[in-house]
């Protein structure tokens, strides 16, 4: 062990005397290092503070032709937004297109994923291509079909017509990242239950699922927030149902001027966003970055 | 001959797959078909009943319209400088976190941000910031001695802000998978580099950087589709504007098929978009190894 670190320290490896200018430069780089991350780290997070104190301010401060950084913050903004109302029908909606998308997607995703990522048989590359590639599809080749045959139909303004298309963005995504999860699971698990005699179901429901929970979990959360963020078929094929993302921007439409209240709206629905990635943060990196990382 | 065991297993395999299945080929083939139909078509909701096939029409109109190549300019010109502007950043980003020992998962917590919240939010704030004469933006320009911007009222800046919001939310995309890729990194080929006397920067490039090169490839292709059918950022940030100057092919399907409701001609603008991307990610995906099932039963 001790061994080990004696080589893997490059100071200790490099017996060539260190010219000033180089120790310096070495002293240096950590602290360096450092201002860019958190510089990086300040231009993530700015746009969020940003918002977060536009919508703690007066009129006066938010409209202030120098921008205030020092203010009286206040709640009206909030309790303008709560009283009025709307908003909680936005929540409503949202909450149900997302629920109800997660429960479909993840009913219909897992089994296959699960074959896919365990089985061998013909065509199974090109299947999973096949599902990824409807990821790829752009939304308007989908959207335009979808916006027909809703005004003639009636799915216009439903939930189902929603849940629908919700379905079939989020559905490959499931397949794709839970194919990821039971990769990881080790091959002896279903040959252990084989040899005590278990179905290929059983194999799949009483062995595999169980150990799997923590990945579906997973999806499942990075459904919901897909779903919960999705603008474009919620704006389309919705008029009365407004998802968060809509209602937002039906504010932003109206009220251009409202910077206060609209911030309130905005921040309110980041919320339950926020939430999620501060609890599961780990999972959601792997998901979004579409199981590129483990 | 085929026994019983392999018949049993073969049907597992079929009714496990049969539902989501049938369900994506319904809401993705089917659609793709529909609109292959109609952009053959002089189809529109103002007269729907009047409708006659035109052949290539569509297409034709399309690709002898100005507008589409500079909405096509304009995809490919957002596309490629946001994806390598993200790009850079993102690996550059990634590798000195690699090197960070201090507040690491507050920092990876931080990059996380961005890309997890939701986008309208997200770019309702960047419009107050980007406001010519209240917003903070210039504020901050104006402290350091800079001119102002009409930050989305010149085509040119209009471009730039877009890929500036992009940049925001999906730099830390392409930063995660390369952390990723660093941590998974074999670390022996970097030792024995630095043991032979080379250089940080060297060593970054020479090996580093190509031992990366798998886990970069899906996150370039990743973002790169995405990218090319970006529609929130742009669509409340610019709406396409000022004039045409931000007005992407998505942009330009969404407002021939919903605002104007032709839907062969944006039918046909969706197309050419599908047969792109599926072109490029083949070109690109199937020589990355993501395909292959690991374990085998």
């Known amino acids: 062990m001790a061994e080990m670190t004696m080589t893997s320290s490059p100071d200790r490896v490099n017996l060539r005397p260190l010219s000033p200018a180089t120790r310096l430069a070495r002293a240096l780089a950590p602290w360096a290092r450092r201002l860019i991350l958190w510089a990086f780290a300040i231009w993530c997070l700015f746009p969020i503070y940003w918002l977060a104190t536009m919508s703690l301010k007066r009129q006066v401060d938010a409209m202030a032709r120098t921008p205030r950084f020092w203010f009286q913050p206040i709640w009206d903004n909030y309790l303008a937004v709560i009283k009025a109302g709307d908003i909680w029908n936005y929540f409503g909606s949202s909450l149900i297109v997302a629920l109800a998308t997660t429960a479909v997607a993840l009913a219909l995703g897992i089994p ?19 599902i990824l590639s409807t990821r790829m599809t752009p939304p308007v080749a989908m959207l335009i079909p979808f916006f027909v045959l809703y005004v003639r139909t009636g799915l216009m303004d439903t939930y189902p017509g929603l849940v629908i298309a919700h379905v079939a963005i989020n559905l490959s995504i499931v397949v794709w990242l839970m194919k990821g999860f039971f990769e990881d699971l ?86 339950p966003v926020l939430a999620f990635v501060f609890i599961f943060q780990k999972q959601l990196v792997r998901g979004l970055t579409m199981g590129a990382t483990k | 001959m085929r026994s019983s065991a392999a018949r049993s297993r073969n049907r597992f395999i079929l009714l496990m797959l049969a539902p989501a299945t049938v369900l994506l080929a319904g809401l993705t083939l089917i659609p793709f078909v529909v609109s292959v139909g109609f952009s053959l078509t002089n189809y529109s909701l103002t007269a729907p009943n009047d409708i006659a096939f035109i052949g290539l029409g569509n297409y034709l109109a399309l690709f002898s319209s100005s507008e589409f190549w500079n909405a096509a300019w304009i995809t490919v010109l957002f596309t490629v400088v946001a994806v390598g502007l993200q790009l850079v950043l993102g690996v550059g980003i990634a590798a000195l976190l690699h090197h960070e020992t201090r507040a690491v998962s507050a920092l990876r917590l931080i990059y996380l941000l961005p890309m997890a919240i939701t986008p309208v939010a997200a770019v309702f704030t960047f419009r107050m910031m980007f406001n010519p004469t209240l917003g903070v933006f210039n504020y901050i320009l104006k402290t350091m001695g800079l001119p102002a911007q009409d930050w989305l009222g010149s085509p040119t800046m209009a471009l730039v802000s877009l890929i500036l ?109 599908l047969i792109v991307t599926i072109v490029a990610s083949q070109l690109f995906l199937r020589r990355v190894d993501l395909f292959k099932p690991k374990a085998a039963l």
């Open chain 1, 112 to 130: 296959t994923a699960y074959v896919l990522a365990r089985y061998r048989f013909r065509g199974n590359s090109d299947f999973g291509f096949w």
């Open chain 1, 186 to 271: 080790p091959s002896e698990l279903e040959e252990a239950a084989f040899m005590d005699g278990a179905t290929y179901f059983q194999a799949f429901r009483q062995i595999c699922l169980p150990v799997a929970l923590p990945g579906i979990a997973a999806v499942a959360i990075l459904s919901f927030l897909f779903s919960w963020n999705e603008f474009l078929f919620s704006l389309v094929l919705t008029n009365e149902i407004r998802t968060v993302p809509v209602g937002l921007y039906s504010f932003v439409g109206y009220q251009q001027v409202r910077w206060g209240e609209l911030s309130a709206s905005a921040v309110l629905m980041l919320v």
């Open chain 2, 165 to 273: 919001v992009d940049s925001w939310q999906w730099t830390p995309f392409i930063l995660l998978i390369a952390a990723g890729g660093l941590a998974a990194l074999d670390e022996e080929p970097l030792e024995a580099a630095r043991m032979d006397g080379a250089g940080p920067m060297a060593i970054f490039f020479q090996h580093t950087l190509p031992m990366l090169f798998p886990y970069l490839a899906v996150a370039i292709v990743f973002r790169s589709i995405d990218a090319f059918k970006t529609f929130d950022i742009i669509f409340v940030l610019t709406n396409g504007g000022p004039g045409v100057a931000t007005r992407t092919l998505n942009l330009l399907a969404y407002k021939q098929g919903i605002e104007f409701l032709s839907m062969g001609y944006a039918a046909a603008i969706a197309i050419v978009m």
